[in-house]
């Protein structure tokens, strides 16, 4: 399994970036599918996860301003990120783990990282104010 980000880039605080992430040999439906960032110096924390059965959730400091969406067909992740601001800039991460129970799924869906078993290589997201 690959999981491939891309999207990141500049933009000025205010502005917006879409990234994508494409899970290579991901099969099978049941999986939750996250977002992390990892600033400089700060530890990696949760951004966005969608369940298999499309339930969202988000970390307080995006919700409203971040939209987590998946095709299936296409094994591809997104998130849209609008009102960026520089408190957003990150390494930003995708993340794909198994919802082999209901503890596992609720784990991830509070977005447990441990509970994540595959991990892209990032995409760094700058907003400049």
């Known amino acids: 399994v690959e999981l491939v980000e891309s999207g990141g880039g500049s933009v000025q605080a205010g502005g917006s970036l879409r990234l994508s992430c494409v899970a290579f040999?991901?099969?099978?439906?049941?999986?939750?599918l996250g977002w992390f960032r990892q600033a400089p110096g700060k530890e990696r924390e949760g951004v966005a996860v969608?369940?298999?059965?499309?339930?969202?959730n988000y970390a307080d400091s995006v919700a409203g301003r971040f939209t987590i969406s998946k095709d299936n067909a296409k094994n591809t992740l997104f998130i849209q990120m609008n009102s960026l601001k520089p408190e957003d800039n990150a390494m930003y991460s995708c993340?794909?783990?198994?919802?082999?129970?209901?503890?596992?799924?609720?784990?991830?869906?509070?977005?447990?990282?441990?509970?994540?078993?595959?991990w892209g290589q990032g995409t760094q997201v700058t907003a400049s104010s």
């Open positions: 993340a794909a783990g198994p919802e082999t129970s209901s503890f596992a799924r609720s784990m991830l869906f509070s977005l447990a990282q441990r509970y994540y078993n595959y």
């Open positions: 040999g991901l099969t099978g439906d049941d999986y939750c």
């Open positions: 969608i369940a298999s059965d499309g339930r969202t």
